[in-house]
Each structure stands twice: as structure tokens, then as C-alpha cells.
């Protein structure tokens, strides 16, 4: 018989029976009906058996006075950068301190879902003190989703050389999905995620090869296509795409076995997405979908599949507003290795996804008691997990 654990959740003890982290014949974690009638293409892609951790593990709120954090990066010596969708970035130690506004970041387009947004280090950051973010940023009355690099100072007050690298063009007068997750890989390019903008007049250009909306970007560290990809040298595309057919991607992370780009997408009425993603595949928005308008509408000719076009690892119907992603490396918590987490907004949780050969075989929902809007999520350098919320929490996620 299996021993009830006591798991604490920010000071609160709840008794959780474990589950078997491989079974798939449990109940699915989602208990709400879905909003269409679409089938799943394969077994699986949707509404997995729950798995429950074993270990025991703590939610702690470490910080709690940050203005709407947007990106959070771990930096060598176990503090963090976090971004704020206002414009500033701040300092934050491992024990919860908040360090005041690094100086020099560029004037970011703050309307509606714009602002500052992810954040990530150059890999020989320990030596070059070199950052990259991604931010909307206004172009005349319009705007772009743009990268910026620059170096931190000595003293960690401000940040010189700033220089804009990039700009997911055309611009569009709009305030919402700019995407903007952005992750130094290891050949030394850079990946950025954009969104197609959200407005039906802007969603068939996820389809465009020459528009840098809807897009999974891959890029040089001085903002140009990086070798290698996909449609360089092709007529009416743009280099810099790697893959396309995006809704609004807010999550880009690494296998840590595979090496594999794996990314989370926003649907609209239904149909957030997990994806592995592969040089030059189309992954089909708005062409198909798992999701329905949100006046309650079909969208396009209202189909799942076709040929030529890929399908989600998984998907949810009803929504859980994935955002920010990780991969968890660590040593803390030994049944998570390897697992995606989650930064899920409406769903108001942490997603755990145990992923096998490329499918997913359980899910489970961590910290789903707290009310709180799940904005991103990274593994810190003791092994455990650090998230930031819309409230302007700090989470650390780990072994009791």
C-alpha cells in the first residue's frame, strides 16, 4: 500500500498519495469540458493520465515586491536577472533580496502585452558579463518584437554597449502576441519566438515565409541568419526563419539530453500546444487547430490535420496559457529529471510534463493553490526551480 507524502506548499501541509510517474491509465489532471468536439490524432496528445511527485518537495514564496516579471535567467553565482514588463530588469539573490533597475535598458513599447520580455545569456557570459532580450519595441505608431544585447557593467548598475540586433519585421500597429522568449543555444546562435500579432488580418503571415511573424528565429549573436538554416537562399523567405506556422510562442527550452528545441504556444479558444521543433517544419497555425475562436466561432475550414503540416507533441482544451519553459537538469529531485515545467497563466499552475521518446505520459500540476498567473520559469544553480508570477512573486520550487 502506498504511504501518503506530506508535501508544503508555502506553509501549508497537504497529504498527496503518489502514482506510478509512468502510468497512463490514470485519470487525466484536467476535469473541465472541452470546447469543441476535435478528436486528438493520436493516443495521447491530450488529457494524459496524472502523475503525482513522489518526494517530497516545498513551494516558497522568496519575493514577492516585483513589478509584472516577465523573464527570469540563473547567472553563475546563483543570483538572478529578472525582467519586468514595464522596462526594467533587477538583480535578485537566491535568498529573495530585489536589487533596484539595472540602467540602460532600451525604452520598450508597453502596450498591452508589450514590454520587456525574455531574457538569456551569452554562453561565455561568466567571462563577457553579455545579456540578450527580447522587447516590443515601437516603430512610428507601430511596433516590433526586437532583440537587444548588451554587456553589464563592473558594478552591475547599468548595462553599455546596448545595440538593438534585431527586429521580427513588419511592424504592426497592434498590443498583442510579440512572443519574445529568446535562448542562446550552443553552436553560439541565438533563437527567438514571435507571435503572428493576434488580429485576423495579421494571423496568415505565421504561413509567410518573408515575415518574421508567427516565428521560431534562429540568428547570430549580431543579428544575422545563422548559417545553416533553413531557407537561406530561397525566393520570398526570410534567412532568419527556422520554423513557422506560430501562433504566439512564450516558451522556448532545450532537451538536455537531446539537444532538441522544444516550445509552448498560446491557442486561442482551446489548443495550446507543445512542440519539438525541426528546421524548416510548419506547424500549421492557422491552417489547423485544436482550438475555436473565442466568441465561441470555428476557425478557417475548422480542421486538425493535414498533410504536410505537424502536429503538437500535446495540446489542452481547455486552455492553461502556457508561457515560460524549463527543462529540469538538476540533481534536487530525482524523478523530474528531464521533465518540462510549465508556466501556465489561466491555469494558475506549474505544469509537469514527463516526456518519453518524444510523448508525453503524465502530468501533473504543481502549486495550483497558490492563485497565481504563472509568467516563467528556470532551474537555479542549487537544483531547484525558480518561477515568477504576474503578482510579482519569486517562487523557489524544490526538496524540502
Request: hydrophobic share 35%.
Amino acid at each position: 500500500m502506498n504511504k501518503a507524502i506530506i508535501v508544503l506548499i508555502t506553509g501549508v501541509a497537504l497529504a498527496v498519495t503518489p502514482i506510478n510517474s509512468n502510468a497512463q491509465k490514470t485519470a487525466s489532471v484536467e476535469t473541465q469540458k472541452p470546447n469543441s468536439d476535435y478528436k486528438p490524432a493520436f493516443e495521447g496528445q491530450t488529457r494524459i493520465g496524472a502523475v503525482v511527485t513522489k518526494s517530497g518537495y516545498e513551494g516558497k514564496v522568496i519575493a514577492s515586491s516585483l513589478q509584472r516579471p516577465w523573464g527570469i535567467v540563473s547567472l553563475p553565482d546563483g543570483r538572478f536577472i529578472v525582467t519586468e514588463l514595464g522596462g526594467t530588469m533587477r538583480m535578485v539573490t537566491s535568498a529573495g533580496n530585489v536589487g533596484d533597475p539595472i540602467k540602460g535598458v532600451p525604452k520598450v513599447y508597453s502596450e498591452g502585452q508589450g514590454g520587456l520580455l525574455g531574457i538569456c545569456l551569452d554562453g561565455d557570459y561568466s567571462k563577457n558579463k553579455i545579456l540578450y532580450w527580447a522587447f516590443s519595441e515601437a516603430v512610428g505608431k507601430e511596433s516590433v518584437t526586437s532583440v537587444a544585447k548588451g554587456r553589464l557593467s563592473s558594478d552591475e548598475k547599468s548595462l553599455e554597449n546596448v545595440t538593438v540586433i534585431y527586429q521580427a519585421k513588419p511592424s504592426y500597429k497592434g498590443a498583442a502576441h510579440f512572443g519574445g522568449r529568446v535562448l542562446f543555444a550552443k553552436d553560439g546562435n541565438l533563437y527567438l519566438s514571435t507571435g503572428e500579432r493576434s488580429d485576423r488580418a495579421t494571423r496568415p503571415q505565421a504561413q509567410d515565409l518573408n515575415s518574421g511573424l508567427g516565428k521560431v528565429i534562429r540568428i547570430t549573436t549580431d543579428g544575422k541568419p545563422a548559417p545553416g538554416n533553413p531557407f537561406i537562399n530561397k525566393a520570398n523567405a526570410r534567412p532568419e526563419v527556422y520554423s513557422y506556422g506560430h501562433r504566439n510562442v512564450q516558451g522556448i527550452a532545450f532537451h538536455p539530453v537531446t539537444g532538441d528545441l522544444w516550445e509552448a504556444e498560446f491557442g486561442p479558444r482551446g489548443g495550446d500546444e507543445i512542440n519539438r521543433i525541426e528546421a524548416g517544419k510548419n506547424y500549421g497555425w492557422p491552417i489547423i487547430t485544436y482550438g475555436i475562436e473565442y466568441g465561441g466561432g470555428k476557425i478557417g475550414d475548422a480542421i486538425q490535420q493535414r498533410e504536410g503540416l505537424e502536429q503538437p507533441v500535446y495540446y489542452w482544451d481547455p486552455v492553461i496559457s502556457p508561457s515560460g519553459i524549463t527543462f529540469y537538469d538538476g540533481k534536487e529531485i530525482a524523478e523530474w529529471k528531464n521533465n518540462l515545467f510549465i508556466a501556465s497563466l489561466s491555469g494558475m499552475h506549474i505544469c509537469r510534463l514527463v516526456i518519453e521518446n518524444n510523448k508525453v505520459t503524465g502530468e501533473e500540476r504543481l502549486l495550483s493553490g497558490e492563485n497565481q498567473r504563472f509568467r516563467d520559469i528556470t532551474e537555479g544553480t542549487d537544483g531547484a526551480l525558480y518561477a515568477i508570477t504576474d503578482q510579482g512573486r519569486l517562487y523557489r520550487i524544490g526538496k524540502k
